[in-house]
């Protein structure tokens, strides 16, 4: 190939080129947007576009050279505005729980329709969130279509949170549903766990863990009381809580020791784990218990049932079919479905259906750079 003709390439590779700017959660710590954010960006990454990670959580302020820090509110907007300004297009995850995130969002969506390139938003959650859908409150509803409205396009979980971001007047066709749950999440090499873990799981059996957070969508004093209730029937019944984030553990420590000793001896409670540690730890259970009814079809829940690990999970009305659910803030229904899995566990594990998991990561990828238009409503995965 002649230098002319590899000049003409490069330049149309650079033209076909993206520059994307994630702005959300970067592991670490690992969570459920975590994962989405990395797993996206190595996607991007790999097909020869630029992303990076503009890093929100736990630890935003250490410098590392995976993501890019974030020290005040100050530095947010510098590095949002220059990146928007560079030719950067921003994507801002979000959901309805929080109000710091809302304005971090609110922000860029600002940001990118300075720059001439409005942002896209990533919307989490389902429909039970403290500040989404809330049309009874003319500032809630006003501050979320405002906005959706800045936005140049949104991605939603699935069907049912897009038609309700459409309630607040937006367009159809702005509105993508694509499921976060995709067929790489099931990949993970199994790792040794730690000690602590393995005696703990040596002495108890029937074993349920949590994906929880020290906040009180996630009911554990509802967990308590179900606790102590399910070792009346099976004292040797365990329940391991895992995934808080460094700034809630000790909060949850301190919860902890206000149990009695018996209370506490059925409890473990962890950290958070990486993502390789936590299916690891998933598969050596007996089943998985969900507890906050403000998300939607949870990654964790997806994952679980595709390993072939029986939930139990709050009703919040998009539980895929193969979960058994219990009435929300309802510790004796609860401790009631736990039995029911205990005393039919292999009935219930043999009866776990669950489409096969799409490339959803790559849906994502293609959402970004403006490929692969979604038809409207389209649903990524279905559970069933």
């Not at 038609?163 to 066709?173: D, L, R, T, V, W």
Request: a positive charge.
């Amino acid at each position: 190939m002649s230098k002319c003709s590899r000049a003409i390439d490069s330049g149309a590779k650079l033209r076909n080129q993206a520059k994307i700017l994630q702005i959300g959660n970067y592991p670490p710590p690992m969570c459920g947007w975590a994962i989405q954010t990395k797993l996206v960006t190595d996607e991007l990454r790999r097909r020869g576009h630029v992303c990076d990670v503009l890093k929100i959580n736990e630890n935003h302020t250490v410098k590392d050279p995976a993501y890019i820090d974030v020290q005040d509110g100050w530095d947010y907007l510098q590095k949002i505005m220059s990146h928007a300004l560079c030719g950067y297009r921003l994507n801002v995850h979000v959901n309805g729980m929080s109000k710091k995130g809302y304005l971090l969002a609110l922000t860029a969506a600002f940001a990118g329709r300075i720059a001439f390139r409005p942002a896209r938003l990533t919307f989490h959650g389902g429909l039970s969130q403290g500040y989404f859908p809330r049309h009874d409150s003319w500032k809630l509803h006003h501050a979320f279509r405002l906005l959706f409205l800045l936005a140049g396009k949104i991605a939603c979980d699935s069907g049912e949170i897009k038609q309700a971001i459409e309630s607040y007047g937006i367009p159809p066709e702005k509105v993508s549903a694509i499921a976060t749950f995709s067929s790489q999440y099931l990949n993970f090499t199994p790792m040794r766990l730690a000690d602590e873990i393995n005696e703990f799981l040596a002495k108890h059996r029937p074993l349920f863990f949590s994906y929880v957070s020290f906040r009180p969508e996630y009911r554990l004093e509802v967990v308590r009381d179900c606790i102590r209730l399910y070792r009346q029937k099976y004292p040797d019944g365990g329940f391991i809580w895992l995934g808080f984030p460094a700034k809630e553990l000790p909060g949850a420590q301190k919860f902890l020791r206000g149990w009695t000793k018996e209370e506490q001896s059925a409890l473990l409670l962890l950290g958070n784990l990486t993502h390789d540690e936590f299916l690891t730890l998933m598969v050596r259970c007996s089943a998985y218990l969900r507890t906050p009814a403000c998300d939607g079809v949870a990654a964790s829940v997806l994952e679980s049932l595709a390993l072939r690990v029986p939930v139990v999970a709050s009703e919040n009305g998009r539980r895929p079919a193969s979960v058994i659910t219990y009435e929300d803030t309802d510790a004796a229904d609860m401790c009631a479905k736990l039995v029911y899995v205990t005393e039919h566990y292999e009935e219930i594990r043999a009866g776990i259906r669950l489409d096969t998991a799409e490339d959803n990561v790559g849906r994502m990828a293609d959402w970004l750079v403006g490929e692969g238009v979604l038809q409207q409503g389209s649903e990524v995965v279905h559970a069933s």
